[in-house]
């Protein structure tokens, strides 16, 4: 089993910053593929963003250019920074990890973007 634990959700006003982190523990014999992804009230669970274990990274179209994403293998640690927020990145942030086959999922961290 693989544990996810994210942190850094919260409050922020419409152009700040948050970083979110997501630390992976448990049966980790190879960690695979992380990303975040994010579900706002009354849609659909969305990609955000992935990085491969190469560090080869994936973004979706509205965030490009504002967010980042990183890892630290040694850590087993992926994060989201997240820049000129907008409202419409309201949302809760999952992150995800796939491992032999399987994919794992924290339990979210709420981010509101309001004045």
């Known amino acids: 089993q693989v544990q996810l634990v994210e942190s850094g959700g919260g409050l922020v006003q419409p152009g700040g910053s948050l970083r979110l982190s997501c630390a992976a523990s448990?049966?980790?014999?190879?960690?695979?593929?992380m990303g975040w992804y994010r579900q706002a009230p009354g849609k659909q669970r969305e990609l955000v963003a992935v990085?491969?274990?190469?560090?080869?990274?994936n973004y979706a179209d509205s965030v490009k250019g504002r967010f980042t994403i990183s890892r630290d293998n040694a850590l087993n640690t992926v994060y989201l920074q997240m820049n000129s927020l907008k409202p419409e990145d309201t949302a809760v942030y999952y992150c995800?990890?796939?491992?032999?086959?399987?994919?794992?999922w924290g339990k979210g961290a709420l981010v509101t973007v309001s004045s």
């Open positions: 990085i491969t274990s190469a560090s080869t990274t």
């Open positions: 995800n990890a796939y491992v032999l086959g399987m994919d794992y």
């Open positions: 448990g049966s980790i014999v190879s960690l695979g593929a």
